[in-house]
């Protein structure tokens, strides 16, 4: 019978530690040409609001599942997540379905599990200074996924909403900046994780040789970077045919002249692999734009429905 797995569930048996190998092998996999998944299907429900539907299926490791995701900004007033998720997981070999879990929580691991590899793999070795825009739950879901990758020797972090942003800081332990740009002059490594749909960082901000992980925008009418910085940096995406179809950042930036296809200098499953050169030189700067993959959530809940088995977690339906 199904498994029924709530966020409590997923949360008992789900990780960093354990999931940022996971989301290695996937990326690595959808890089190799291994994984079956389409771009994400979303309907447009009204500005900055949308419904997606992400299928993805890896026959190598035999894992078959899709996500349903909504994104409504106006739920934050709400007292809501602003990403609300479910995932489904089928057999591959009958067709039966396996589970259904919450995404919601797995899309916040996820996100930072891969932005901690981008940061592993793309980042100066030396890297010491960490700047955060934003104080929402990736914020702080980012702050425990780097700590397992680099120990920091500095953490900053700036938003608009400076209740949030103290709350922020007290919980994780962090600086607080007067502003954006104070935030991230001198970092080593920038995250962009806020809800903005023009841009957030400045070319102007980012120091020689910094890494940018830049998690949101992911329409094509939305941007939250610098076109200047996209065309400075050496660029990285998870999926190249999702960055050049949903990625305003990126189609924006081409349709403008300032970069071609081609500056896409790889995705980040092919770094992984070593398929690809991720950063070339010291003072380079390098920009991994994160979209989020169907094989991310789906490769997660695969690691959660077997954790949960184990544990005896969830609660099994009669469809």
Not at 227 to 256: M, Y
Not at 289 to 314: C, M, N, P
Request: aromatic share 4%; charged share 25%.
């Amino acid at each position: 019978m199904p498994l029924w797995l709530t966020e409590s569930d997923v949360r008992a048996v789900l990780s960093l530690e354990d999931l940022i190998p996971v989301m290695e092998s996937a990326l690595s996999a959808f890089s190799a040409g291994a994984v079956d998944q389409p771009v994400r299907t979303a309907i447009e429900l009204r500005p900055r609001a949308f419904f997606g539907l992400m299928p993805a299926y890896d026959g190598m490791a035999s894992v078959l599942g899709a996500k349903l995701v909504s994104v409504i900004p106006e739920n934050a007033a709400r007292n809501l997540p602003t990403h609300l998720a479910a995932i489904s997981l089928v057999d591959p070999e009958t067709g039966e379905l396996l589970a259904v879990m919450d995404g919601r929580y797995i899309t916040e691991l996820r996100t930072a599990a891969v932005s901690a590899i981008s940061v592993k793999l793309l980042a100066r070795a030396d890297a010491g200074v960490l700047a955060i825009l934003g104080s929402g739950v990736q914020a702080r879901s980012h702050v425990d996924a780097f700590r397992l990758i680099r120990q920091f020797r500095e953490i900053r972090a700036w938003s608009p909403t400076a209740d949030r942003l103290r709350a922020f800081a007290g919980e994780c332990g962090l600086e607080t900046g007067d502003s954006a740009a104070q935030a991230i002059r001198g970092a080593d490594v920038v995250l962009v994780a806020t809800n903005m749909v023009t841009p957030a960082i400045d070319n102007g901000w980012v120091s020689d040789g910094a890494h940018v992980i830049a998690i949101g925008a992911c329409r094509p009418s939305q941007r939250e970077i610098d076109p200047a910085l996209v065309a400075r940096a050496r660029l990285f995406v998870d999926s190249r045919a999702a960055a050049l179809q949903e990625s305003g950042d990126i189609v924006q930036t081409i349709r403008e002249g300032r970069i071609r296809e081609e500056d896409i200098a790889a995705e980040l499953g092919d770094v992984i692999a070593g398929r690809a050169r991720g950063r070339t030189r010291p003072h380079e700067v390098t920009l991994f734009k994160s979209l989020g993959l169907a094989i991310e959530d789906v490769a997660a809940a695969a690691l959660v429905y077997r954790r949960a088995r184990e544990a005896g977690r969830g609660c099994e339906l009669t469809l």
